[in-house]
């Protein structure tokens, strides 16, 4: 961030000094992640990613509208694929990060998830220019507690969930990134149907928005 000093001064008389501050330089984002990430079946304006940005620029920060790189359906290795093919360059001052559901749901491996995950998060990270602190990672959403697993085992995607995001967090943990649990928040949305889109599935900008809103202070934090 660069401010600039602007002093006048007369020779003759006396002038005031002036001082100004042009607006601070907008913080570049990348959002990498899948259906929860583009926010499937909402208004672009209700994505998570693009709501944290409309709070962050409200609290005085200064953070640009996420470039998005998710899909409806992508696991962890679809996403790398993707990110491979999309050619990105430029360093950016936040990336986040949201991807497990469908390693789960299409019964892959623990195993392989934590190890895919892992990759990506290095892949974060040297995408916030080797800063671990400007990147933050959301926990997966329970999918089991949508309308649309009423005929799957509901305890048991919870306790897979949970596994995925544990995971996740040890992986954070030792990278030194910021680790955000929105898993709850999904939970307390059971049998509420203003918190999810006609495919009883995906989830209403309202819902988005508790997640943009406890992802926010942690990345003031970060980015401060």
Do not use: K
Not at 17 to 32: C, D, E, G, H, R
Not at 98 to 123: D, H
Not at 130 to 155: C, E, M, N, Y
Not at 206 to 215: E, F, K, L, N, V
């Amino acid at each position: 961030m660069i401010f600039l000093l602007g002093l006048l001064t007369g020779c003759a008389t006396h002038v005031p000094m002036t001082t100004t501050t042009p607006p601070a330089a907008t913080i570049s984002y990348l959002a990498l992640g899948d259906s929860y990430t583009i926010g499937e079946g909402a208004p672009e304006a209700g994505r998570w990613p693009v709501q944290l940005a409309a709070l962050a620029q409200a609290q005085g920060l200064p953070l640009g509208q996420p470039t998005i790189i998710a899909r409806t359906g992508w696991t962890t290795a679809e996403l790398q694929e993707a990110i491979r093919e999309a050619n990105l360059h430029q360093p950016y001052g936040l990336v986040s990060l949201l991807i497990g559901v469908n390693n789960q749901y299409r019964r892959q491996s623990l195993a392989q998830y934590q190890q895919e995950f892992r990759a990506l998060l290095a892949t974060a990270v040297a995408f916030a220019g080797g800063q671990p602190r400007h990147v933050v990672v959301l926990s997966i959403p329970d999918w089991g507690q949508t309308p649309f697993a009423a005929a799957h085992d509901q305890a048991q995607i919870a306790q897979e969930i949970n596994q995925f995001n544990q995971a996740a967090h040890e992986e954070c943990q030792r990278a030194g990134v910021a680790f955000v649990d929105i898993t709850p928040l999904t939970r307390a949305a059971a049998g509420d149907a203003s918190q999810v889109v006609a495919d009883g599935l995906h989830y209403t900008p309202a819902q988005m928005r508790q997640w943009a809103q406890r992802a926010l202070p942690v990345v003031q934090q970060q980015l401060r």
